[in-house]
């Protein structure tokens, strides 16, 4: 199978060298042509939990002629429109796409792609080393994963879960992808923002006693204004993803250290657009947002 993985991130990287691990032909795309000679030169090292280096091929622009049976988007929410425009060429290619991002800002730009849209969640602990191809695995998780638009009418979900290769990772797929995406969008409403103001790893949420009772105050918000009724599953939930990805930086607390813009608008900012049509208040999330907004370049 011809994988295209487009985005560098901890996310791309990671799944890029268990594609190849399961013996399908990967190319990376990255957006800079020095971080695609970094991986041409060293492969993907995936460090931690998991061990081992990959020879992975990388390119930093599409060719023409080039076509491939599965596209990956691992980029960051906000550059999704980016990436559709870039790679448009491989639109009318028949080729299935998977996307994995933060939030559910970027969903109706997928509505314009003419094949099958899969959607993603990773739950594993990944940390990318800056300028290098090297992947920290600090958690053990799952990828999640569920149908967005299936344009093969008469494959069942069965048929569908055959054409992704990633037979080395726990991969679940879920019925719906509404309720999946939302899950992640409340463990990353309660995580995110606020390991990235106190500046702390995910595990500390949960140890911390006053830090926990603030991450439940985002929590109640965000289950309010998505109108969820599954107030105790889903808490116990968010603990165990603090508890599984405990060693890890948050995404926008790696995101803030490195001075790079946050994904304060897919994650925080699309809940209190919500609250206000829904007119819920979110007085936390608003002060965490207005906390944050100036430090997003
Ligand atoms: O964005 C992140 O960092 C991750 O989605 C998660 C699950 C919060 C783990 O750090």
Redesign the pocket.
């Known amino acids: 199978m011809k994988i295209a993985i487009i985005g560098a991130g901890a996310v791309g990287l990671f799944l890029a060298a268990s594609c190849q691990k399961a013996g399908q032909s990967v190319t990376v795309f990255t957006r800079t042509e020095a971080s695609a000679s970094v991986i041409n030169k060293e492969g993907i090292t995936l460090t931690g939990r998991m061990s081992n280096i990959t020879p992975v091929e990388a390119k930093h622009e599409l060719n023409e002629n080039e076509t491939f049976d599965l596209v990956i988007v691992a980029v960051k929410s906000y550059h999704v429109s980016n990436v559709l425009k870039q790679f448009k060429l491989l639109w009318q290619k028949g080729c299935s796409w998977l996307f994995v991002q933060?939030g559910m800002d970027h969903l109706e730009e997928l509505t314009a792609i003419p094949s099958s849209v899969y959607l993603g969640v990773?739950?594993y602990?990944?940390y990318k080393h800056d300028h290098r191809a090297v992947v920290d695995v600090r958690?053990i998780?799952q990828l999640k994963m569920a149908v967005y638009r299936n344009k093969q009418v008469s494959s069942s979900n069965k048929e569908v879960e055959t054409l992704f290769p990633f037979s080395n990772l726990n991969v679940v797929w879920m019925d719906g992808y509404q309720k999946m995406l939302e899950d992640?969008l409340v463990?990353?409403v309660c995580?995110?923002p606020l390991?990235a103001i106190l500046q702390v790893k995910?595990g500390e949420l949960r140890t911390n006693p006053i830090y926990q009772k603030e991450m439940h105050a985002y929590f109640i918000e965000v289950m309010n204004v998505l109108e969820r009724g599954d107030m105790e599953q889903m808490w116990e939930y968010v603990l165990s993803?603090c508890l599984k990805?405990a060693a890890?930086?948050?995404?926008?607390?790696?995101d803030l250290k490195r001075g790079r813009k946050l994904?304060l608008d897919a994650i925080v900012g699309y809940v209190l657009k919500r609250g206000h049509e829904k007119r819920i208040g979110t007085p936390k999330l608003t002060n965490a947002y207005e906390q944050l907004v100036g430090s997003s370049v």
């Open positions: 933060n990773m739950e602990g990944l958690g998780g992640k463990v990353n995580i995110n390991t995910n993803v990805t890890n930086e948050s995404s926008m607390l790696v994904e």
